[in-house]
């Protein structure tokens, strides 16, 4: 397999503090590849390095196998993006949007025709096709941006964020459009601060945070590596049981709020434990890549 994407000590600082700190690592075709992080982790800086909207201050980048110089802007075909905020045009509607922007790069009416009714479909804007953006729901602006950087059919689609803010059905609408994409070859590069949709979309997750790497691999890589297979979540009205009791049977306890973690590998002893303590609640769920953040990442609320 080819990469499509190489980063090497890829760095930029504001004011001298690193928001992306010498960070490495390659995307192949044909794969989906997220990365996960708190706000301020440093994912749209990265991606904007990649695309050359934001210079890099140092490392080195190649994209389709070119490099790639710092204050290079990319503009190609073979490449879609989808910004973290709408960047549609307002007052044009759903159709001059993709007209628009198929023109920008280079194609023939004609041409831009033919993959409209496509690209309205697959958006499901159809019957909103003359209908000015400003009046869009969000769901369907979203769905115009991805139908949009879809015009010049691109080999990778960059999207920032691309469902945040949706309501699940969007959401649900947005992730099956990504998936077609993917089983007709393209390599997406996703950023998202949902777990459910790095699980489901992601073959393979970078996990960042101030500016660093924490982790790379596959979503079930990273819940095999960071936590036990099973948490028991338990609250307690009175005090949360104390941990002495559970440390011996638990491969790692993490107090959030009022709820305490436990990760474990075999329930059994801890629910013979907590069964005894009637003022507790307490469920038992296998680990999901969410706890995997919420180590790597701390529990500490971000600005
Ligand atoms: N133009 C800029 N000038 C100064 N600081 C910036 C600039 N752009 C980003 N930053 C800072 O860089 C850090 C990383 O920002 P970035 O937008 O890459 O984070 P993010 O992971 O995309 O966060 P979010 O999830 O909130 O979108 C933040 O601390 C941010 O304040
Ligand atoms: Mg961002």
């Known amino acids: 397999m080819s990469s499509i994407v190489t980063a090497e000590g890829l760095y930029k600082q504001y004011d001298g503090v690193p928001v992306v700190d010498h960070i490495s690592f390659a995307i192949e075709a044909g794969e989906c590849f997220g990365i996960l992080g708190p706000n301020g982790a440093g994912k749209t800086t990265t991606l904007r390095m990649l695309i050359g909207l934001t210079p890099a201050d140092g490392g080195r980048l ?3 196998g070119q490099p790639m110089h710092p204050d290079q802007r990319l503009v190609s075909r073979r490449l879609g993006v989808v910004a973290q905020e709408d960047n549609l045009d307002d007052d044009l509607t759903v159709e001059e949007n993709l007209l628009v922007y198929g023109r920008y790069f280079g194609l023939r009416s004609g041409v ?31 769905r115009l941006v991805l139908a949009r950087c879809l015009v010049a059919e691109p080999e990778l689609v960059i999207l920032d964020e691309p469902t945040t803010g949706l309501d699940p059905q969007a959401r649900h609408l947005i992730w099956q459009r990504l998936r077609t994409l993917k089983e007709r070859g393209v390599t997406l590069l996703l950023t998202t601060h949902y777990m459910e949709e790095a699980a489901r979309l992601c073959d393979r997750l970078l996990v960042m945070n101030h500016g660093r790497i924490l982790d790379l691999g596959t979503p079930r890589d990273l819940i095999t590596r960071h936590v036990e297979p099973q948490v028991v979540e338990i609250r307690g009205r009175l005090a949360p049981p104390d941990p002495a009791l559970l440390r011996d049977h638990a491969g790692s306890l993490e107090l959030v709020g009022d709820t305490l973690y436990c990760y474990v590998r075999d329930t059994q002893a801890v629910l013979a434990i907590l069964h005894a303590q009637p003022t507790l609640t307490f469920q038992t769920r296998p680990a999901s890549l969410e706890d995997v953040f919420l180590k790597l990442t701390g529990h500490d609320l971000r600005e």
């Open 62 to 64: 190649e994209l389709f």
């Open 112 to 142: 831009i025709r033919a993959r409209l009714e496509e690209l309205l479909t697959f958006a499901r804007l159809t019957d909103r096709r003359r209908q000015q953006v400003r009046t869009l729901s969000g769901g369907m602006k979203r």
